[in-house]
């Protein structure tokens, strides 16, 4: 038997459901968003963890010009050192068949019999190469994918000048190369770049290194000291040529995984923290004013003997029922948009396999919650009706103020008409309760804002990073630092209308305790191909003498212009220098130390020389430039500007667009549901009032523009509000995106104002029209015998 | 000058309910309203009280202290001999066990049936009569699953009346229950309270404006500015069918 209360109940719901259902998906939007990036951010969490163990990722990895085979137990009688596994690394040209442009590939040897001791390879599909073959390769996922390559296909490489043919037996995956990205680049770039794993033997007949390695990884004892071990390894390396041993954090695959899942975290909270709050607040806002519709109704339950406790308990029920149903279509919003997430994820972020795991404790937190808001809302309002005795609080609330409103007073209704008074006089009475509602529609705008911000950030990258900072049509890297003769060589080749010589030497920066491993880049100060521009100032200049620091650099070594660092250069005769450092420059991508050619042959104490050149290329050329770099041995990577762009817009970008489209469609039920509560009340608050205007003879047109009035006025006061908090949110969602990869400047476009504006005005509009309908059909007479 | 009617109490018996100086006053901004300035009453076992008084006198105000609606300024109330410490626990428990309200406004609720309404209360006290009774009581009995948008204002107020007595109260307080209505509806209301005071003994108070329906009761008190001025016995009840309208 339902209870005559509960039935009170059921009938609200269904009176109430257009105003409920906007609320629900309120809490779905929030719930969706929270669930959804927190479980994919677990799920990657845990999946790299799982696969670092099973595949026995190393703790320390060092590479070095050549050491002989002996060199490897000196490193395994390391203290704190439990296992020591030796490679061969290659870097080779590849010939790609129907392919015209330069593809590179890292092949890494894998030891004659049986799996590696350490960064093992997870095999996709076919198998691991037979113990003594020669000519098989396994090849990395992403390249496979991009060639569309299968076990039995062939491919061609050239190592250190010589063509060998191999062929695919297997696809593999390995933790060390989870994302599949050549050294030196900010992205992927599957289609020209790869990573192929044969046999150890193979390896060293081609680069000269039998009894030799050049590439060493090292797994740690539990409580090693890590800078113990690393001061070790380069003492023991550094004769061989060692480049410096590092660890796992500063792995080049690893650091872009777990800076990824560090973004994702922070993503997963500030966003939707932002996206639950303004739901926990808008639900907040909305039952504070649905309550007070019914405060009569509360009175005269208390009246006739229903505790506190029991009335409360009744609108907890509608609290509850409302807050549940949209976690669960939250959570399962969630699910979905985790698993979507994933498969985006899972193009760039080469994982085994990527666990989704229901996410419990989030639906927990969600609904938590969303109920907290609403119950707190639901509370306030009651609050009020209960504290008094029901005869007083059956008549219905006094005005907030009898005497004229501050709108009142400052003349404001002496210029409007009888409606344009009565408008102002209800927003002046209630003034608090106005700016609430403003303000719920204001964080409408203020997410679409955020949404649409996502998009404008994205193209001013591309636009500052591919067209103002890059201009170069292809960066080509040598082998070996060569003299400028080589870089002549290029020039003078067809098609070929610019070189640029630069110079990159590998480098550990020091200031006090920080140390951080990249590349001093030399560039020619009146070089026009790569340019170094401050986002916010414009084009900044290479120092002549001294060293140019990226923000995010000098950050992370704490530094400030006229400070030193010190250089210790992992290249040629290694010096050590103290480093003026002359200025910073605020850059989108990477984390970059620049110095002018001259400056940083004094620091090498070398001639002119180039490891590379940005190069500008005839478009009509381009297949004969390409086949012309890949064939000169000198020459080990060629990378293009428009793989990279494609590469950037293709992942991160990708993957940030997805979550903004989301966030830009809950916008708009926020908007619409936000504006068609606040409407529905207000009419329901006043509905005497609104007929008794009717009854005298007012047309129900002039009746809506009262109403509608009122939701103008807010819609309007919301406009600087939102785009205010927007841009307030636009801040905080690009400082959480914020890594060494890339960083979200805060541009938002006028037009993005303006449409946020829009959807959320077009909402008003739309509600408008639906409130029009429902006062043609206001029954005045049924409103008007009630009461007194 | 406040006429005091509690000399007669030990002739008939204790009284069921007793007020003793009971005062409220409102806060309006600046000013202070007095309604009620300090009134002593008492109502005994199966009485038919009328309570006159123009509008404002302070006839609801004082309806709604004795019904445990509201808190005086000042003053004591005891029901059966036990005075009220106006916690909302007893307060609750007091409106809930032993008096039946019957609004001036009616006060439906408007998402529930004629039924429901009276289950509302039935459903939380102790003896209740079944809802359709009570409904058969005020002539209603066929309308049972319509809702108060679907009533007239007679109606209306019935609902409130069966409801009000569904719970077989102690108490009955009625609040200007013909205020609203036309003479007919007036005295369809009104015999339904003398029907029902006669079957089931309920001590009732009424309030009305109207001088007319003094008849109708054992005893007459007339508010005036805040206090009871004037105290009538009546020597024969006169039913509601014949009252002089
Ligand atoms: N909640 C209130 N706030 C302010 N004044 C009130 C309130 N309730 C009643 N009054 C005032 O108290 C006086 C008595 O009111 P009331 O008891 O309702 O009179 P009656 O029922 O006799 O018409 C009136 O002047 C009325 O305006
Ligand atoms: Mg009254």
Redesign the interface.
């Known amino acids: 038997m339902v209870?005559?209360?509960d039935?009170?109940l059921l009938?609200?719901l269904r009176?109430l459901k257009g105003q409920l259902l906007a609320i629900v998906l309120l809490v779905t939007c929030g719930v969706t968003t929270f669930v959804g990036s927190m479980t994919m951010w677990r799920s990657i969490m845990r999946s790299q963890q799982d696969y670092y163990e099973r595949y026995r990722f190393a703790d320390v990895f060092a590479s070095l010009r050549r050491a002989p085979e002996t060199v490897a137990r000196r490193l395994a009688a390391i203290p704190g050192v439990a296992e020591v596994q030796t490679r061969v690394v290659a870097d080779a040209a590849l010939e790609m068949p129907g392919f015209p442009e330069p593809v590179t590939a890292r092949f890494v040897s894998i030891p004659c019999c049986g799996p590696p001791a350490l960064n093992r390879f997870h095999i996709r599909a076919g198998r691991t190469i037979a113990p003594g073959a020669d000519s098989e390769v396994v090849v990395s996922e992403g390249f496979a994918t991009a060639h569309r390559l299968r076990t039995g296909d062939r491919v061609t490489a050239v190592i250190q000048g010589r063509k060998q043919s191999f062929s695919v037996v297997g696809i593999g995956l390995s933790p060390e190369f989870v994302y599949e990205i050549r050294p030196g680049d900010l992205m992927p770039d599957d289609k020209h770049f790869g990573i192929l794993w044969t046999s150890r033997r193979q390896l060293e007949a081609a680069g000269d290194m039998e009894g030799a390695f050049n590439d060493v990884a090292a797994r740690l004892e539990p409580g090693a000291s890590e800078p113990e071990v690393l001061v070790a390894f380069d003492r023991e390396l550094g004769r061989y040529g060692g480049l410096g041993a590092f660890l796992r954090k500063d792995q080049v695959s690893n650091r872009f995984l777990s800076d990824e899942i560090r973004q994702l975290k922070a993503n997963a909270v500030v966003v939707p923290s932002i996206f639950l709050g303004v739901a926990a607040f808008l639900l907040n806002v909305i039952f504070t004013r649905l309550v007070s519709t019914q405060r009569?109704?509360i009175?005269?339950?208390?009246?006739?003997?229903?505790?506190?406790l029991?009335t409360g308990f009744h609108y907890a029920k509608l609290v509850a029922l409302v807050a549940m149903l949209g976690t669960a279509l939250g959570v399962l919003g969630g699910i979905w948009m985790s698993h979507a997430m994933t498969g985006i994820y899972a193009q760039y972020y080469r994982l085994p396999q990527y666990f989704v795991e229901l996410p419990w404790r989030e639906t927990v937190i969600a609904c938590a919650l969303s109920t907290t808001a609403a119950a707190l809302g639901v509370f306030g309002a009651m609050r009020k009706v209960v504290r008094l005795?029901?005869?007083?609080a059956?008549r219905p609330e006094p005005p907030a103020s009898?005497h004229p409103s501050w709108l009142e007073r400052l003349g404001v209704d002496r210029v409007a008409s009888a409606a344009g008074r009565m408008i102002l006089r209800n927003v002046g009475r209630r003034p608090v309760r106005f700016a609430l509602s403003s303000l719920g529609i204001g964080f409408a705008i203020a997410i679409l804002v955020v949404g649409w911000f996502f998009f404008d950030a994205l193209d001013f990258i591309v636009d500052y990073q591919f067209r103002n900072v890059q201009r170069d049509d292809a960066m080509v890297t040598f082998n070996v630092p060569l003299s400028r003769d080589a870089v002549g060589e290029l020039r003078r080749t067809r098609g070929v209308l610019r070189a640029e010589p630069f110079r990159a030497v590998p480098v550990k920066l020091r200031s006090r305790h920080v140390t951080y491993r990249t590349a001093l880049l030399g560039v020619d100060p009146s070089g026009e191909l790569r340019r170094i521009i401050d986002y916010d100032t414009g084009p900044a200049q290479v120092p002549p003498e001294g060293v140019l620091l990226t923000s995010k650099l000098a950050e992370i070594l704490r530094v400030h212009p006229g400070d030193t660092v010190t250089a210790e250069a992992l290249e040629g005769r290694r010096p050590v220098r103290e480093v003026l450092v002359s200025g910073t420059v605020a850059e989108l991508m990477g984390v970059s130390a620049y110095m002018s050619l001259p400056a940083i042959h004094r620091l090498m104490d070398e001639g002119p020389s180039a490891s590379g050149a940005f190069v500008s290329i005839d478009p009509d050329l381009e297949r004969p430039v390409y086949a012309r770099l890949m064939s000169m041995p000198a020459v080990s990577g060629v990378t293009l500007r428009t793989a990279a762009l494609a590469s950037f817009t293709g992942t991160s970008a990708e993957y940030m667009l997805f979550f903004a489209s989301i966030l830009v469609g809950f916008a708009w039920v926020i908007a619409a549901g936000i504006v068609y509560n606040s409407a529905r009340v207000s009419l329901a608050e006043r509905e005497r009032e609104l007929a008794t205007m009717r009854v005298i003879g007012m047309t129900w047109i002039e009746v809506w523009l009262i109403l509608i009035g009122e939701l103008a006025l807010q819609v309007l006061a919301a406009i600087p509000v939102g785009c205010l908090v927007g841009w307030g949110f636009a801040h905080l969602a690009a400082s959480s995106v914020e890594s060494d990869l890339y960083r979200i400047p805060v541009v938002i476009l006028p037009s993005t104002y303006a449409t946020s504006v829009a959807v959320v005005v077009a909402a008003a509009i739309a509600v408008g029209i639906v409130i029009r309908r429902r006062l043609r059909h206001l029954?005045m007479v049924?409103v008007l015998?009630?009461?007194? | 000058m406040a006429v005091q009617d509690v000399s007669a109490a030990d002739a008939r018996g204790a009284a069921v309910l007793a007020a003793r100086g009971l005062t409220r006053s409102y806060r309006m901004g600046e000013v202070e309203v007095h309604a009620l300035r300090g009134v002593d009453l008492d109502l005994f076992d199966g009485e038919f009280v009328v309570i006159l008084g123009p509008s404002g006198s302070g006839k609801s105000t004082l309806l709604n202290l004795l019904g445990g609606l509201d808190i005086p300024s000042a003053g004591t109330l005891a029901y059966r001999g036990k005075t009220m410490d106006w916690s909302d626990a007893a307060l609750t428990a007091y409106r809930r066990d032993q008096v039946g309200f019957v609004f001036q406004f009616y006060n439906l609720i408007p998402s529930l049936t004629a039924r429901e309404n009276v289950l509302l209360v039935t459903e939380i006290s102790k003896s209740p009569m079944p809802a359709e009774l009570a409904l058969e009581l005020v002539g209603l009995g066929d309308r049972l699953d319509h809702f108060p948008s679907q009533m007239s204002g007679g109606e209306q107020q019935r609902v409130a009346i069966a409801r009000a007595i569904a719970k077989r109260p102690d108490l009955l307080l009625c609040d200007e229950p013909t205020g609203a209505l036309d003479i007919k509806t007036g005295r369809v209301v009104l015999e339904v309270l003398d029907r029902i005071h006669r079957e089931l003994r309920t001590t009732t108070a009424i309030i009305t404006h109207n001088s007319a329906i003094a008849a109708m009761a054992d005893r007459v008190l007339t508010i005036g500015d805040g206090l009871v001025v004037h105290v009538d016995h009546n020597a024969r009840r006169v039913g509601a069918a014949e009252l002089a309208w």
């Open positions: 209870s005559a209360l039935r009170k009938r609200d009176h009569e109704q009175a005269t339950l208390k009246a006739l003997g229903y505790s506190n029991a005795p029901p005869a007083q059956m009898f029954d049924a015998k009630s009461k007194e």
